[in-house]
């Protein structure tokens, strides 16, 4: 099961934020990856990650040794992760995020994703998750290309990034 959340709010230290996130991954028995909103284009931008992700794990095509990592890439629509985690990665400061939480042995209930909110201390917002073109623009997608497509279709200019991944590997 996938779920992601969007949430908002100030992070003053990142390692601590993602600390309170690897342990509540491990407690609950749960994948989680962080993302800067700001890059994401909707929910289908994160579940392709994860799932081209999990084919290469799959397929033993993958960059990384974590599955977390490797969804880090395809979202990110890099091929490394030193360009990856800079373009995708949680910063400092007031910041929107998504959290993606996976759990391919049971269900993700409201409790947990509740819990999870709190311990992160920020307020959740799904409209975060939702992308436009200012979006596509940090992406790295120039003009040239949105223009190309109507607006209705921004998010396969995303889409196709992520695919690409594989191609670039």
């Known amino acids: 099961m996938i779920k992601i959340i969007g949430a908002k709010g100030k992070i003053d230290d990142v390692d601590e934020i993602l600390n309170k996130v690897n342990k509540y991954s491990s407690e609950n028995n749960l994948i989680i990856q962080v993302f800067n909103a700001e890059?994401?284009?909707?929910?289908?931008?994160?579940?392709?990650?994860?799932?081209?992700?999990?084919?290469?794990?799959?397929?033993?095509?993958?960059?990384?040794?974590?599955?977390?990592?490797e969804i880090l890439l395809y979202a990110s629509g890099e091929r490394q992760l030193k360009l990856a985690i800079p373009k995708m990665g949680v910063k400092k400061g007031e910041i929107n995020i998504v959290f993606v939480l996976i759990n391919d042995n049971g269900k993700i209930t409201k409790k947990m994703t509740d819990d999870f909110i709190l311990i992160t201390t920020l307020i959740q917002d799904n409209s975060v998750i939702e992308g436009n073109e200012n979006t596509l623009k940090k992406f790295g997608i120039d003009k040239r290309e949105i223009e190309t497509v109507m607006k209705t279709k921004y998010e396969d200019l995303i889409l196709e990034k992520v695919a690409m991944v594989d191609v670039i590997k």
Do not use: P, W
Not at 52 to 65: C, D, G, P, Q, Y
């Open 39 to 69: 890059l994401i284009f909707g929910k289908n931008h994160i579940i392709s990650a994860v799932q081209h992700a999990r084919r290469a794990i799959e397929l033993k095509t993958n960059t990384t040794n974590s599955f977390k990592m």
